[in-house]
């Protein structure tokens, strides 16, 4: 390891920064002012993704990997929202990772440049695991924005509910819609449930 060149690793930490800014642009349309960043929702979508694999029978930590690095393209072509991508050619997120990677170390730009094309592919259980999280978590932005008096976050909780493949994710869906947002609070304080 110590012949390796890190500069590029130490460039793309810097650029995986950007993602904490970088704003889920489709909320906009929903109305939301100050939306989630791309790293906040990548951080929920990896969770979930665990717990999708755990309960689907794959492995957790590997969905929980691709889901880390599901949007990390976005440093590069923002967070082209539905709309956007009908008026614009979506960067292949292929492409644009080995580019990300040009310069790192073989063991590592191989391992990020596998992930992507896994996740993408749809190659794997815990790809679908991966993917069916970042609908999930879509569906509980929605929510929870929804409850914050953003209405039309409606649509994306339908949209995203109604992409979901797996057995555990759409059963996680429809107790999420089953909930309310602050019904794990009142619980936790052993308050009676509404």
């Given at each position: 390891m110590a012949?390796n060149?890190?500069?590029a690793?130490?460039?793309f930490?810097?650029?995986?920064?950007?993602l904490k800014?970088a704003r889920?642009?489709?909320?906009w349309m929903?109305?939301?002012?100050d939306?989630?960043?791309?790293?906040?929702?990548?951080?929920?979508?990896?969770?979930i993704a665990?717990?999708?694999a755990?309960?689907e029978?794959?492995?957790?930590?590997?969905?929980?990997?691709l889901a880390?690095?599901?949007d990390?393209q976005?440093?590069?072509t923002?967070?082209v929202?539905?709309?956007?991508?009908?008026?614009?050619?979506?960067?292949?997120?292929?492409?644009?990772?080995a580019?990300q990677?040009a310069?790192?170390?073989?063991?590592?730009a191989?391992t990020?440049?596998?992930?992507?094309d896994?996740?993408e592919a749809k190659?794997?259980?815990?790809?679908i695991?991966a993917?069916?999280a970042?609908?999930l978590?879509c569906l509980?932005?929605?929510?929870?924005?929804?409850?914050?008096g953003?209405?039309?976050a409606q649509?994306w909780?339908?949209?995203s509910?109604?992409r979901?493949?797996?057995?555990?994710a759409?059963r996680l869906?429809d107790?999420?819609?089953?909930?309310?947002?602050l019904?794990w609070?009142?619980?936790a304080?052993?308050e009676?449930e509404?």
């Amino acid at each position: 390891m110590a012949d390796n060149d890190l500069s590029a690793v130490a460039h793309f930490l810097f650029e995986a920064g950007t993602l904490k800014n970088a704003r889920r642009t489709g909320w906009w349309m929903a109305g939301v002012r100050d939306p989630e960043s791309v790293a906040e929702h990548s951080w929920r979508t990896a969770l979930i993704a665990s717990v999708i694999a755990k309960l689907e029978g794959a492995d957790p930590a590997r969905a929980a990997f691709l889901a880390v690095w599901h949007d990390t393209q976005e440093s590069r072509t923002g967070d082209v929202n539905y709309l956007g991508k009908k008026y614009s050619t979506a960067a292949d997120p292929r492409a644009v990772t080995a580019d990300q990677t040009a310069g790192m170390p073989d063991v590592l730009a191989e391992t990020i440049r596998d992930l992507v094309d896994e996740y993408e592919a749809k190659g794997s259980a815990e790809a679908i695991c991966a993917r069916d999280a970042d609908k999930l978590e879509c569906l509980l932005q929605g929510i929870e924005y929804k409850a914050q008096g953003y209405e039309s976050a409606q649509r994306w909780i339908d949209n995203s509910r109604g992409r979901i493949v797996t057995e555990t994710a759409g059963r996680l869906a429809d107790e999420l819609l089953a909930q309310g947002g602050l019904d794990w609070l009142r619980k936790a304080l052993g308050e009676a449930e509404r």
